[in-house]
């Protein structure tokens, strides 16, 4: 591979993995929140759990995401 394509792979796996840690820690975020507010009795506690295993999934993909662009990264060198 030439070194100008290994520097603009490199900088893409960049700005994606930055990408999906932003996603991350949105999604965390979101999460805190919604345990936060759990024993309020003006929200639906039924849909706060859904919301809250949605956020979860979100962090899972996210994870998985991250890890997956790790992974290109350590091939592509």
Request: with cysteine.
């Amino acid at each position: 591979m030439k070194k100008t394509t290994i520097l603009k792979t490199t900088t893409i796996l960049r700005k994606t993995a930055t990408f999906w840690m932003q996603q991350l820690r949105f999604a965390q975020a979101n999460l805190d929140y919604l345990k936060y507010s759990t024993g309020r009795t003006n929200i639906d506690q039924k849909r706060l759990r859904t919301l809250m295993r949605t956020q979860k999934s979100q962090m899972e993909q996210c994870e998985l995401a991250i890890h997956a662009e790790d992974l290109k990264g350590r091939a592509a060198r």
